[in-house]
C-alpha cells in the first residue's frame, strides 16, 4: 500500500467519523486523468492522481485545497514560476499554492516569501496532509485515529 493510499483512507475515516464527508467529491477516473494529460500535453505527478482517484477535488477550510481536474491549470506568466508547470491547489490560504514541474515533482509556491518556489523535501505530499489537514480534522471535530 502506497503512503498516499494509507493517508486518504485515513482522512476517509476521519470525515466518516466526524460526520462531514461532504467534504469529499466523487472519485475521477483513471479513464478521465488521461484524457485531462493527453488533452493537455501535461503529467499529472503520481500523488495528486492518487488523490483525484480518492476525491476529484477537495477542500478543507482555509487550509487545504486540491483542485479538480477541470481547475488544474497549465501556469502562463507567473513571476518566479516556469511556464508549464501546473497549478494543482492551495495551501494555507490563498498564498501558497501547490505546483509541479514537468517531471511531476510538487512544490508549495509563495509569492510572498523567499524562497518562492520550495519541493516538497523533507515530507511527501502525503506526509503533509497527515500532519496538517488530518491534525485539522482531529482538532476541529474532537476525533481521534
Request: hydrophobic letters at 40%.
Amino acid at each position: 500500500m502506497s503512503k498516499m493510499k494509507a493517508v486518504l483512507d485515513k482522512l476517509k475515516n476521519a470525515l466518516e467519523t466526524a460526520g462531514a464527508v461532504q467534504f469529499l467529491e466523487p472519485a475521477a477516473e483513471p479513464e478521465a486523468i488521461a484524457e485531462w494529460e493527453s488533452e493537455k500535453n501535461a503529467a499529472l505527478p503520481a500523488e495528486i492522481k492518487e488523490f483525484l482517484q480518492f476525491s476529484n477535488g477537495f477542500e478543507y477550510g482555509m487550509n487545504f485545497m486540491v483542485f479538480p481536474l477541470g481547475r488544474i491549470r497549465i501556469i502562463r506568466d507567473w513571476v518566479g514560476v516556469p511556464d508549464g508547470w501546473l497549478h494543482l491547489g492551495q495551501l494555507i490560504g490563498d498564498g501558497c499554492y501547490i505546483v509541479s514541474d514537468e517531471n511531476g515533482e510538487l512544490y508549495k509556491c509563495d509569492h510572498e516569501s523567499r524562497p518562492m518556489l520550495e519541493k516538497f523535501p523533507r515530507e511527501s505530499f502525503a506526509e503533509w496532509i497527515e500532519g496538517h489537514v488530518l491534525e485539522s480534522i482531529y482538532e476541529d471535530y474532537d476525533v481521534f485515529e
